[in-house]
Structures are given as C-alpha cells and as structure tokens.
C-alpha cells in the first residue's frame, strides 16, 4: 500500500508564515540536481582508491641497496589535508640457511622513504621459507602536486635471492599476487 501525505497550506514552527511547495518538482532536470564531489563529504571519508596488481614471481632482488619493485603508483591529492592509507601485500621467499639472510620492504613518496614498512628475516637450518605479508600505514604528503609513491626491498644477504608474490604452493608456479592500494582520505 503508498501512503500519501495531502495538505494545502505548511507553516512555519512560530506560525508567522506559510511555506510554499506548489510545483516545487515542476520543470526540474537532471542538471538541477548537484554533483556529489568530494567537498559534500565529510572529513575521514574515502574520496578515491587506487591500486596496482602484480603477477606471481615478478619481484626478485639479491642487492643489500633499496631498488624499485615495480609496485609505484602517481596521485594528485585533493587537498593538503589528505591522508592516505596504503597498504601492499605480498609473500616473502628466501633462502635462510645464513645468519644475514634478510630482507625489507618501504614505502617511499618521491624518493624518500616513509616509515610505512616492514621485514623479513629467517634464521635455520639451510632452506628456503615463504608466508604471506601485508604492510599498511598513512602518510599525509601536505601538497596537492603530484605525487609517486613505490614500494622498495633490499636483500640483507647479497647471496640470498628474495622474492614478491609467489612460492606459497613451495614451487616457482602461481601462489599470489602482489598488491599495492592507496586510499585517499579526506582531511
């Protein structure tokens, strides 16, 4: 059943005058109706997400120097009061047969290093170990230009092979992807 609502006259609360609605639809297009922007929400709402996917086995480094991963992704931030949430996941492979067998992993924006990061570092018997990982933090860059942000790793031990985004299954064919997401919150 539709309710209907009839009346010929609202007033306003103190009585003093009437409130006209006649025909207020009438003539109305779809240009009326305003565009919901990002200035119509709130602060600590997300405005926009970006992401980047990797496929398995495409990240692999035996330098102890940061070097680039792939994963990177340019933004322009709505306002200076942006926040951004990133988190990237990926699965760790390493040999750990050697006490300086490690490896790390950073986010940096425009070549510098954020403390949004993390690490790995296998201590055993002579073999190789994977998991799963996923790092997440916030960086407030303050700018509205343009800005990279990428994912870096180094290998603590120049012997020992590091890999991103696969050997969960114990082989070289498909475990995981490797992921980067950013959302931009509204300051």
């Known amino acids: 059943m539709t309710s209907k609502l009839k009346t010929d006259v609202l007033e306003t609360v103190s009585g ?45 480094t035996t330098s102890t120097s940061f070097v680039d991963t792939g994963l990177s992704i340019t933004l322009t931030p709505a306002s200076t009061g942006s926040r951004f949430y990133i988190s990237y996941s990926h699965s760790p492979h390493m040999n750990s ?35 799963s990982q996923t790092t997440t933090g916030v960086d407030s860059p303050n700018t509205v230009s343009a800005v990279t942000y990428k994912v870096k790793m180094n290998s603590g031990d120049a012997n020992g092979l590091f890999h991103v985004g696969s050997h969960l299954d114990g082989n070289d064919s498909p475990g995981t992807n490797t992921t980067f997401t950013i959302m931009e919150i509204k300051g």
Not at 102 to 130: E, K, L, P
């Open 97 to 131: 047969g050697s006490s300086s067998s490690f490896s790390q992993n950073f986010v940096y924006r425009d070549g510098t290093r954020t403390t949004i990061g993390g690490g790995v570092r296998f201590v055993s018997t002579s073999g190789w170990r994977t998991f």
């Open 16 to 60: 003093s005058g009437t409130i006209a609605l006649t025909n207020q639809l009438s003539g109305m297009t779809s240009a009326s109706v305003p565009l919901l922007t990002e200035a119509h929400v709130p602060a600590g709402s997300v405005i926009a997400v970006y992401h980047q996917s990797l496929g398995t086995g495409s990240i692999a």
